[in-house]
């Protein structure tokens, strides 16, 4: 088992910024990827970011580079999501995944724990 707990979503003003932890607990010596999707009303799970557990490998959405950066601290257990220049379309329930098995992965299937998820609402 690993814990999730995700933190940090609020409600902001578009063009403003906003930081997401994300605090692992349990087994977190297996994982291999942390990362984070968003759901927003009435549509499906999408990735956002990822980032390898054991190497520098980072991942982005389209939608979200150059915006969004994603970072660890092993020491702490920690996974922080800073979202710079935040945008309506951001607005979504901000979920944070670890992934056990070998390799990163993008898709949601690929992932193996779950947090419960932050609200993020992005007014204009």
């Known amino acids: 088992q690993v814990p999730l707990v995700e933190s940090g979503g609020r409600l902001v003003q578009a063009g403003g910024s906003l930081r997401l932890s994300c605090a692992a607990s349990?087994?977190?010596?297996?994982?291999?990827?942390m990362g984070w999707f968003r759901q927003a009303p009435g549509k499906e799970r999408e990735f956002v970011a990822a980032i390898s557990w054991t190497d520098t490998n980072t991942y982005y959405a389209t939608s979200v580079k150059g915006r969004f950066t994603i970072s660890r601290d092993n020491a702490k257990n920690t996974v922080v999501l800073q979202m710079n220049n935040l945008k309506l379309e951001d607005t979504a329930v901000y979920y944070c995944?670890?992934?056990?098995?070998?390799?990163?992965?993008?898709?949601?299937?690929?992932?193996?724990?779950w947090g419960q998820g932050t609200q993020v609402t992005v007014a204009a």
């Open positions: 349990g087994r977190t010596f297996s994982t291999t990827t």
């Open positions: 995944a670890a992934r056990l098995r070998f390799g990163a992965s993008t898709d949601y299937s690929g992932y193996d724990y």
